[in-house]
């Protein structure tokens, strides 16, 4: 019998996250000692600090073929700098680091860069190095700096310079260097270019507070400690409109996975619907957001704090403090820096849920377009339109109190929605008919508690409430 061949990748992408919001300490005792065989390592999504970064670089270390190391979405600042430079120099067969979305400097940056450069051989692949929306100010002027210091390209033309070969014969490869967070974004050589598009400020992103405190009337600096996260959530939890139902997209629907990281909601992991930005440059879906929002005003209310207000609201990220002028839909954000990231997030292109290179059934759909046409398209389409109910129920039920046997459905059990739910309060669970959820309890009243499955029966997001006569159990 042929052994087991070893796998190539370690892959420890969210395993931080708990899925409630709450994050967990990695258990690095898990990895085998000695030698290994990775050639790919991924520690994305998971919030890491400098502090903790030396044990994921002990790892990589060991790793002889490793060819990929993927740390995006991490709180890395330039105290990490320099154990990821020495990682450049002792690692020589690296091809891929991913850094995006951190919070390098320009200095932690070129400690990075610099390193990277001296150590690569003429005869190797350039080195496909991620740094954009980072803390690097002035990027272009800093670019400008390395290109003259050092054989650096930041792939202008995808066509010309791909991720293994660069035309200009350079050793690093730095695509969309200039697209930082907290910096002027003075080229716009990284997107597409448009006859419309202003030239942004040098401090685009350094004012965005400004911007919004004057939007809530208020000037910088005037909002005191009345300013608490308690009452944005209670602005949160009032009721709102009803907004038409946007079907969530996922991950694996991007065209592109990797370029498309920024719109990714780290709370439910889905592609951010109804965006909401905060004043740190951080995108969630609204619907997230509030549920974060209540949830941790709860577990104030319940805490040993209780008796003191709430002067702020931690991101969910980085855990800076957010003020309710810190938080504002992406469409109202009176700034050019937002204005950009809302071209971007309504270019993002993306497949069919039922693609052929993603469903695992037999009828397929090839559409592929841009996610604001999504929602029209789930309409019209073929497969999606089958597997929905040919009529739909003239009146849907109510929860009143009796309403529903609670005996019906215990802890864990898996159930199918029947119709749509889209309950206007946060904590409630937005769902569609033939969805799957996980109960987690039900109340006399007629509702249950419970979270969203996805089709490999993993959950998704932040559980909520629905009714429970809109249930019925999985038949597997």
Same mark, same amino acid.
């Given at each position: 019998?042929?052994?087991?061949?070893? /796998?190539?990748?370690?892959? @420890?992408?969210?395993?931080?996250?708990?899925?409630?919001?709450?994050?967990?300490?990695?258990?690095?005792?898990?990895?085998?000692?000695?030698?290994?065989?990775?050639?790919?390592?991924?520690?994305?999504?998971?919030?890491?600090?400098?502090?903790? +970064?030396?044990?994921?670089?002990? *790892?990589?270390?060991?790793?002889?073929?490793?060819? *990929?190391?993927?740390?995006?979405?991490?709180?890395?600042?330039?105290?990490?700098?320099?154990?990821?430079?020495?990682?450049?120099?002792?690692?020589?067969?690296?091809?891929?680091?991913?850094?995006?979305?951190?919070?390098?400097?320009?200095?932690?940056?070129?400690?990075?860069?610099?390193?990277?450069?001296?150590?690569?051989?003429?005869? $190797?692949?350039?080195?496909?190095?991620?740094?954009?929306?980072?803390?690097?100010?002035?990027?272009?002027?800093?670019?400008?700096?390395?290109?003259?210091?050092?054989?650096?390209?930041?792939?202008?033309?995808?066509?010309?310079?791909?991720?293994?070969?660069?035309?200009?014969?350079?050793?690093?490869?730095?695509?969309?260097?200039?697209? $930082?967070?907290?910096?002027?974004?003075?080229?716009?050589?990284?997107?597409?270019?448009?006859?419309?598009?202003?030239?942004?400020?040098?401090?685009?992103?350094?004012?965005?507070?400004?911007?919004?405190?004057?939007?809530?009337?208020?000037?910088?600096?005037?909002?005191?400690?009345?300013?608490?996260?308690?009452?944005?959530?209670?602005?949160?939890?009032?009721?709102? /409109?009803?907004?038409?139902?946007?079907?969530?997209?996922?991950?694996?629907?991007? +065209?592109?996975? &990797?370029?498309?990281?920024?719109?990714?909601?780290? #709370?439910?992991?889905?592609?951010?619907?109804?965006?909401?930005?905060?004043?740190?440059?951080? #995108?969630?879906?609204?619907?997230?957001? $509030?549920?974060?929002?209540?949830?941790?005003?709860?577990?104030?209310?319940?805490?040993?704090?209780?008796?003191?207000?709430?002067?702020?609201?931690?991101?969910?990220?980085?855990?800076?403090?957010?003020?309710?002028?810190?938080?504002?839909?992406?469409?109202?954000?009176?700034?050019?820096?937002?204005?950009?990231?809302?071209?971007? @997030?309504?270019?993002?292109?993306?497949?069919?849920?039922?693609?052929? &290179?993603?469903?695992?059934?037999?009828?397929?759909?090839?559409?592929?377009?841009?996610? /604001?046409?999504?929602?029209?398209?789930?309409?019209?389409? !073929?497969?999606?339109?089958?597997?929905? !109910?040919?009529?739909?129920?003239?009146?849907? !039920?109510?929860?009143?109190?009796?309403?529903?046997?609670?005996?019906?459905?215990?802890?864990?059990?898996?159930?199918?929605?029947?119709?749509?739910?889209?309950?206007?309060?946060?904590?409630?669970?937005? *769902?569609?008919?033939?969805?799957? *959820?996980?109960?987690?309890?039900?109340?006399?009243?007629? @509702?249950?508690?419970?979270?969203? #499955?996805?089709?490999?029966?993993?959950?998704?997001? #932040?559980?909520?409430?629905?009714?429970?006569?809109?249930?019925? +159990?999985?038949?597997?």
């Amino acid at each position: 019998m042929a052994p087991k061949k070893e /796998p190539s990748k370690l892959d @420890w992408a969210q395993r931080r996250n708990s899925g409630d919001g709450r994050r967990e300490a990695l258990d690095f005792s898990e990895i085998p000692k000695g030698v290994l065989h990775f050639e790919e390592v991924d520690f994305s999504f998971n919030g890491l600090t400098s502090h903790e +970064l030396p044990q994921v670089l002990e *790892v990589c270390m060991r790793c002889p073929r490793l060819r *990929v190391l993927k740390l995006f979405k991490n709180s890395i600042d330039d105290s990490g700098a320099l154990g990821l430079a020495e990682l450049c120099r002792y690692c020589p067969t690296l091809e891929e680091i991913h850094l995006s979305h951190n919070m390098f400097t320009a200095s932690g940056a070129s400690s990075i860069i610099t390193a990277a450069e001296s150590s690569r051989r003429e005869d $190797q692949v350039p080195l496909w190095l991620r740094l954009e929306q980072n803390h690097i100010e002035d990027a272009e002027a800093v670019f400008k700096r390395l290109q003259a210091e050092h054989s650096v390209c930041r792939r202008i033309d995808p066509k010309a310079c791909t991720a293994r070969v660069c035309a200009r014969k350079c050793r690093v490869h730095l695509p969309h260097f200039c697209l $930082q967070r907290l910096n002027a974004v003075e080229s716009n050589q990284d997107m597409p270019a448009r006859r419309d598009s202003p030239n942004l400020p040098r401090q685009m992103l350094r004012q965005f507070r400004d911007d919004l405190d004057r939007q809530k009337g208020k000037s910088k600096g005037k909002a005191g400690k009345s300013e608490a996260a308690h009452v944005a959530a209670k602005e949160a939890s009032a009721p709102k /409109p009803r907004e038409s139902r946007k079907p969530q997209v996922q991950v694996h629907q991007l +065209l592109d996975v &990797e370029g498309s990281q920024e719109f990714v909601c780290y #709370l439910c992991r889905g592609v951010v619907h109804y965006p909401t930005l905060t004043r740190c440059s951080h #995108l969630f879906c609204s619907p997230c957001f $509030q549920s974060w929002v209540v949830e941790k005003v709860s577990e104030h209310s319940s805490g040993p704090e209780a008796t003191e207000s709430m002067q702020a609201m931690p991101c969910p990220v980085c855990d800076k403090a957010l003020k309710k002028a810190d938080v504002v839909p992406l469409h109202r954000a009176k700034h050019p820096a937002a204005a950009v990231m809302q071209r971007r @997030w309504q270019a993002i292109r993306i497949k069919c849920a039922f693609h052929p &290179e993603l469903a695992d059934f037999g009828e397929t759909c090839d559409w592929q377009g841009d996610l /604001p046409q999504y929602a029209a398209h789930c309409k019209v389409c !073929p497969v999606g339109s089958k597997m929905r !109910p040919s009529s739909r129920a003239m009146s849907m !039920p109510v929860p009143t109190k009796g309403n529903g046997d609670r005996s019906a459905f215990s802890e864990d059990d898996v159930c199918v929605v029947k119709y749509d739910f889209e309950g206007e309060d946060p904590k409630m669970l937005r *769902v569609a008919a033939h969805d799957i *959820v996980k109960i987690y309890r039900t109340v006399p009243s007629g @509702w249950a508690g419970g979270i969203l #499955l996805d089709k490999s029966m993993e959950e998704v997001g #932040l559980p909520g409430w629905l009714p429970i006569n809109y249930l019925e +159990l999985y038949q597997s």
